[in-house]
């Protein structure tokens, strides 16, 4: 490839739906609030949190780090202890690698003392829509997946009961965590957390709740849900910039040998790779924490549930509509079957991208280029108004084609 002269294309990239209406699940949550915003701006330069550290991120004073991770995340999430990651899946990698160590040293151990060495592989069980950074994080920590059965509607306790029974069945063994997607990012179906806990730890197994779409929007608390770890993703679900996340833990036990220290440098945890989120990241996060503390109230939640099952009501009207999942639905995050979109489709000039370029040309942005048939979205944050008008926009365009 031919040197690129021309580096200035770099410097200045106009984002051309920054002011449209956002109905995209994975940034409806994650948009700035105006303080986050103004933190941005004043953390932006590298390792601006940096000035006052002996070594320890969360020990911080000044800003108020350690006042953030040792008081109000914890509390927020309900858990003994808490860390600032770089992410969801950062927050899994670091539980299930953690895991998979002491597993394997139980195992050698063991085979030490004895001759019936197991070589069979450890292993986590996950729910049917486990997002793919489960995977990959399970992966990574060399630990094998299994799944759950795809359910009808929500995952109930008896496919982890089915999942774990197959495991041990496979692996001679149990597996060493289960892991629930809270709520799943496809269809927003909220599971029952606690029975679902409940059942892990009949068989003594941690579970780890995935709220990558709960925590920040919704009430979640991992005390309540009787879960041993859970993790949150700030760029998703709590208004911050990011890449950043967080990760609670209970129990003192698991909290010591998740957050161990090294053996070379007594201030730095291991699993965290001696420091995470710092910056800009971490500054909009806590600058955002207040209004997620208010958003996520019970009170405050109901209404985001009551647009969204407004919107549903005011697409279900049309007939043109299904909604996938539980219904009544009680997440913003939503799936759509949408038969006249898809008709559309088959005879507009751009083809499947016909409702894209409608929507874009009503400055609404969300619905991934190319889709019509099935789609997801979400209403979170937005005014009733605004829903209205999304609402009217999707059955304006079924009318232009004669749909309706
Ligand atoms: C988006 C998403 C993640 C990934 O979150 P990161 O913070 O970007 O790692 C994990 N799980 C689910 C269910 C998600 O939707």
Redesign the pocket.
């Known amino acids: 490839m031919a040197a690129n002269n021309n580096l200035q294309m770099f410097q200045y990239i106009k984002r051309d739906t920054r002011d449209f209406i956002n109905i995209d699940p ?1 940034q409806t949550a994650g948009l700035l609030t105006e303080a986050a915003r103004d933190a941005l701006i004043e953390w932006g330069d590298g390792y601006s949190v940096c000035d006052y550290c002996n070594g320890a991120l969360d020990q911080v004073k000044k800003p108020p780090i350690q006042e953030f991770v040792h008081k109000a995340l914890p509390e927020f999430l309900g858990t003994d202890a808490a860390r600032v990651m770089n ?4 927050s ?1 990698f670091a539980v299930m690698h953690t895991l998979a160590g002491a597993a394997k040293n139980k195992t050698s151990n063991a085979a030490s003392n004895s001759a019936n060495k197991t070589d069979a592989a450890d292993y986590v069980v996950m729910d049917a829509w ?2 793919y ?2 995977k990959v994080a399970a992966e990574r920590a060399g630990l094998e997946i299994v799944q759950t059965e795809k359910p009808e509607k929500e995952i109930m306790p008896e496919d982890f009961q089915n999942a774990i029974e197959t495991g041990i069945e496979k692996y001679g063994k149990k597996p060493i965590l289960t892991l629930l ?1 809270y709520p ?2 496809n269809y927003g179906n909220l599971a029952d957390a606690k029975k679902i806990a409940a059942l892990s730890h009949e068989y003594e197994i941690p579970i780890l709740l ?1 709220g ?2 709960s925590v920040g929007r919704m009430p979640v608390n991992a005390k309540e849900f009787g879960v041993d770890y859970i993790v949150g ?4 679900s709590m208004s911050a910039c ?4 967080v990760l609670g833990v209970n129990g003192e036990e698991a909290a010591e040998q998740l957050f161990r220290k090294s053996a070379y440098n007594k201030v730095k945890e291991v699993e965290l790779l001696g420091c995470t989120s710092r910056g800009a990241p971490i500054m909009t996060l806590m600058a955002s924490f207040p209004e997620v503390v208010e958003r996520t109230k019970p009170d405050v939640w109901e209404k985001e549930v009551e647009h969204a099952r407004h919107f549903v009501s005011r697409l279900e009207e049309t007939g043109k509509f299904k909604l996938f999942g539980q219904n009544p639905h009680n997440h913003d995050v939503m799936f759509f079957e949408a038969p006249g979109f898809f008709n559309i489709s088959e005879r507009a000039k751009r083809g499947r991208y016909f409702l894209y370029d409608e929507l874009k040309e009503r400055k609404i942005h969300g619905i991934k280029p190319g889709l019509t048939k099935n789609f997801k979205m979400s209403t979170y944050g937005l005014s009733i108004e605004t829903i209205d008008t999304v609402a009217d926009s999707f059955i304006d365009i079924l009318k232009k084609y004669d749909e309706i």
């Open positions: 994975l992410g969801a899946r950062e899994k486990a997002h950074s489960s997607t799943d990012g995935n990558a779409y993703s700030g760029h998703k990011g890449p950043v996340g």
